[in-house]
């Protein structure tokens, strides 16, 4: 008896062991491209760098109404829940799988932890923490949840980064942990556009500026906003014979300056997502593009003798917007054609080649009549002579 009394006591806590402890190398983190996602209001194709953290998700990780968000799904294997804890660290390069990374003097920054789930195990991160452990690595702390503010997202920070995502045990890796190695961050903007221009035209502006030869720029935006025709200076050269303004163009050709200083579009200012997208009038696609036809403002048509602010950013390959350009001012003016202005004036031709002739008097008239009268006198005495012959 006391021998089958040790077997059913052995076996006991046999199995009492593998239910409590499972072997450390059954546990193990797994991610994919379909449990790795950026939620952002509005989302972005796979051409767009989908995968690469911008200037808009930084400053999107404060939007309280829709904010951007990192989305991990993680399938976790053969975890105790009771001792383990999911974390997830985030560096340029280095190894965060190795304790000395996670320390204070390491390169690493943690960005989330919570606890894990069998099943339906979610994960949410905000970008800007991310930039912000890739911007301070050697901090006097390693936890970067909750840490960064409006102010990370303006640093110049081009990086490649790499996810952890790690069952940890009193501070130790358990098992196998995943590497996410497929995003960067990018939130260094491009040039703003130079040399501004804008031509008014009927119910239409039109402007012009320098093309670019920086690399990664995909295109330029045009923003408008209708103003108070108080704040525009008159354009000098508005006008004088030869200049933009002469020979029936509008009064302010190219872009007279604007002194209003309190309208959303400013020099050097970086809109936000909303004001991108509630002041965009035109878009003028690649790098070398260097003109845009502006027929709507604010979502209304360009008005005639109204006044308007015009700006231009520049757009990189990310989706990273540049400062503004310097702002000019043009009032759309209805356009003269030659053959209105003619009329105006007095004409009174149809419009034809034989419409344009002065019109007659009558003394022209009587003068008509003598000339015809003698030209047929002679040719009648031609013939005359020509029969005598």
């Known amino acids: ?120 195990q979610e994960i949410r991160i905000r970008p800007a923490d991310v930039i912000e452990a890739l911007r301070s690595p050697n901090s006097s702390d390693t936890d970067f949840r909750d840490a960064a503010t409006p102010e990370t997202c303006e640093s110049d920070i081009t990086s490649a980064v790499r996810f952890y995502i790690m069952l940890l045990e009193g501070g130790q890796v358990q098992g196998s942990s995943a590497t996410w190695d497929k995003s960067e961050v990018d939130i260094s903007p491009p040039s703003p556009a130079t040399g501004l221009k804008v031509n008014p035209g009927d119910k239409a502006l039109f402007p012009t500026w320098d093309a670019s030869d920086a690399v990664d720029l995909q295109g330029f935006r045009v923003f408008c906003e209708r103003i108070s025709c108080d704040v525009m200076m008159p354009d000098p050269m508005a006008g004088m014979a030869g200049a933009p303004g ?24 970086r809109l936000t997502a ?23 403002a604010e979502g209304e048509p360009i008005e005639n003798d ?33 053959f209105e202005g003619y009329r105006e004036a007095g004409g009174k031709g149809g419009g034809g080649l034989c419409g344009i002739a002065r019109e007659r008097s009558p003394a022209h008239i009587f003068s008509l009549t003598l000339l015809l009268g003698g030209a047929l006198f002679v040719a009648r005495r031609a013939r005359q002579l020509g029969g005598r012959k």
């Open 306 to 338: 109204a006044c308007y602010a015009i700006a231009l950013s520049g757009l990189d390959l990310v989706l990273n917007e540049s400062v503004l350009s310097d702002v000019m001012c043009a009032t759309p003016k209805e356009v003269t054609t030659f």
């Open 1 to 120: 008896m006391s021998v089958i009394l040790r077997s059913l006591v052995r076996l006991s806590v046999l199995c009492a062991l593998l239910l409590v402890a499972p072997p450390s190398h059954a546990q193990s983190v797994e991610v994919s491209p379909a449990t790795f996602k950026i939620l952002r209001e509005v989302p972005r194709s796979a051409a767009q760098f989908q995968y690469t953290l911008n200037y808009s998700d930084c400053m999107g990780s404060f939007n309280e109404a829709s904010p951007t968000v990192i989305q991990i799904k993680p399938v976790l294997k053969g975890f105790d829940r009771r001792k383990s804890s999911l974390e997830v660290w985030v560096a340029a390069s280095q190894d965060c799988t190795k304790e000395d990374q996670r320390k204070v003097t390491g390169s690493c920054g943690m960005v989330a932890t919570v606890s894990p789930q069998a099943t339906g």
């Open 274 to 296: 909303q004001e991108s997208e509630r002041y965009r009038c035109a878009y003028a696609q690649g790098r070398f593009a260097a003109s845009a036809q502006v027929f709507e």
């Open 246 to 269: 002469a020979a029936g163009a509008p009064s302010g050709s190219f872009g007279p300056s604007c002194l209003d200083t309190t309208g959303v579009l400013q020099p050097r200012k």
